[in-house]
């Protein structure tokens, strides 16, 4: 390893990357979270403390080894891959220190990397971070989609984004049907139904990359149009009939059709296989009945996919749920109150929140609404398989939901970049002072990382794995998300505490991210580390 000064962090420079020094020391921390895998099998709700960081430890070090080769491209990817790594193996050293024994592992498990961590945490090599601009990698079609993009969330997005904010309204119609017209809610959609997916790894890239840059203008009003129809559209691919594909896949790629998801009910979040909403046969369909809670965008949709019970058995748990595609009319609002023609009604009351707004996110009541029987997805045979077929679709959106996090975060990270070189104190620009410039380097590399690794989970979910991956970036980025927001806004002072200036949107948009398409906890204990465990079996 190339360095310059002594461990305790006296350095006179500067260390110069080096990745094969990353890859010895990322050696002894995957070495370290693979005893620790083993040591957590068969242990469950007693030890979640442990289960927990042993998830978001394996997530972090996860993405570092997928730096290693990406380091490999340039002096700007080394550098960048080198502080991460660095920064991930500090923290698992700051969970693990004192507590080996809950983790089956032995004092100094992590002295392997010490020395790496001591030169590459350093912040004056964390500070030369700031300053880097790698580039995409990506070839000419990508960069393409990446520039469109960027340019309709610059001039269209971004410009309506603080009103929408401010003033919780609906995001305007232009916008829905400027994206609707570069395509983003067909890019899962099949070619020969109308969208723009070929089959391979272009269709998950292609999504990341439109999301992030979408995202980064709004997450409310630009990247987060897009992840319903895209779990429509993966749950349909998964078990939708012929007859559904052709039906639905034209009007979800053209925005005819908006979508919303109906599955959480205000008992019950992340615990699905308890649902108690109830969908009764009836002549030529199905009545539905109970409340749904956190429906973003359930006003302005079409159409809900919507997870309800149709066994009423409840020990069949989540054998006993299907899923439906329920119309609706659209609406205006924050309220809604719609009556069928067979007396049933829906009526929905916008949730009042502190960020991510412009969709709404509403709670919505039926009482005997009725939905086609064409409209139960995969027919007779989806009947006890709505659970499996919405998951298929959430892996989708965790992937979706890490590029969303990508996107607020470099807008916060371009935000405070800027901020900080214009602002003075005590006579200098404070883009000049150690910590600003270490805060700016981590952000830098966080982002760096997060995006590359959420490519090539993308590439993985096109080869169709990756279910454990999306669940991992999503977990990571999601609450790295969160600092990034968090010391963007500090680093404005007082004025990031103005609504007027744009970190503070982002900042509360930003907490919301560790919450939906499944809770950061039960994330990591019920998906990543029953995995992990899984595996270590």
């Excluded at 570069?182 to 020969?192: A, T």
């Amino acid at each position: 390893m190339t360095t310059t000064g002594t461990i305790a962090g006296t350095t006179a420079a500067p260390a110069e990357p080096d990745m094969q020094a990353a890859a010895d020391a990322l050696a002894a921390g995957t070495d370290a979270v693979s005893r620790a895998c083993a040591h957590a099998v068969g242990k469950g709700d007693d030890h979640q403390c442990f289960l927990y960081d042993l998830a978001h430890t394996a997530s972090a070090l996860r993405i570092c080894e997928s730096l290693l080769d990406w380091g490999a491209l340039g002096d700007a990817e080394a550098r960048l891959a080198c502080g991460f790594i660095a920064d991930a193996l500090g923290d698992f050293y700051a969970r693990l220190f004192a507590r080996e024994a809950q983790w089956g592992l032995e004092a100094g498990a992590l002295d392997g990397a010490r020395e790496f961590m001591a030169a590459y945490r350093d912040p004056a090599y964390v500070a030369t971070l700031a300053e880097l601009a790698p580039p995409s990698h990506l070839d000419e079609d990508f960069e393409l989609v990446a520039e469109t993009f960027r340019r309709f969330g610059e001039d269209k997005i971004a410009p309506a984004a603080e009103h929408i904010h401010r003033g919780d309204t609906d995001i305007p119609e232009d916008l829905i049907a400027g994206l609707a017209e570069l395509g983003c809610f067909g890019l899962s959609v099949p070619e020969e139904y109308g969208g723009f997916a070929s089959g391979s790894e272009s269709d998950y890239l292609g999504m990341v990359i439109a999301t992030e840059e979408l995202s980064r203008a709004s997450l409310g009003a630009g990247g987060s149009l897009i992840t319903r129809p895209e779990i429509l559209t993966r749950a349909l691919e998964r078990g939708g009939t012929e007859a559904q594909k052709k039906h639905w896949f034209p009007q979800i790629a053209t925005g005819e059709t908006m979508v919303a998801v109906a599955v959480t009910e205000p008992d019950y979040g992340s615990d699905v296989a308890n649902l108690v909403v109830s969908a009764t046969p009836t002549e030529g369909g199905w009545l539905i009945s109970g409340t749904k809670t956190w429906c973003t965008f359930a006003g302005r949709a079409d159409v809900l996919m919507l997870l309800a019970r149709t066994d009423p058995d409840r020990r069949k748990a989540h054998r006993g749920l299907s899923l439906f595609i329920v119309p609706k009319p659209q609406a205006e609002g924050h309220d809604f109150q719609f009556t069928d023609e067979r007396g049933g009604t829906i009526e929905g009351r916008a949730i009042a929140t502190l960020g991510y707004r412009g969709m709404h996110s509403f709670e919505i009541a039926f009482d005997d609404w009725f939905v086609p029987a064409e409209n139960l997805i995969g027919g007779d045979d989806g009947i006890g398989q709505g659970f499996y077929l919405q998951m298929a679709g959430f892996e989708n959106g965790r992937l979706q939901t890490a590029a969303r996090a990508v996107g607020v975060m470099q807008a916060a990270y371009d935000e405070a970049r800027s901020y900080a070189d214009e602002r003075k104190v005590f006579g200098r620009p404070i883009a000049e002072y150690q910590l600003t410039q270490a805060k700016l380097g981590r952000m830098a590399a966080i982002i760096a990382a997060a995006r590359q690794y959420s490519y090539e989970v993308a590439r993985m979910m096109a080869r169709g794995s990756g279910a454990l991956e999306a669940s991992m970036i999503k977990a990571y980025v999601c609450k790295a998300a969160e600092w990034v927001t968090r010391e963007a806004q500090q680093i404005h002072g007082g004025f990031g505490f103005a609504e007027e200036y744009t970190v503070s949107r982002l900042f509360v948009d930003a907490r919301v991210l560790s919450i939906f398409e499944g809770a950061d906890e039960t994330l990591c204990l019920k998906v990543i580390a029953r995995r992990l465990q899984t595996q270590s079996a």
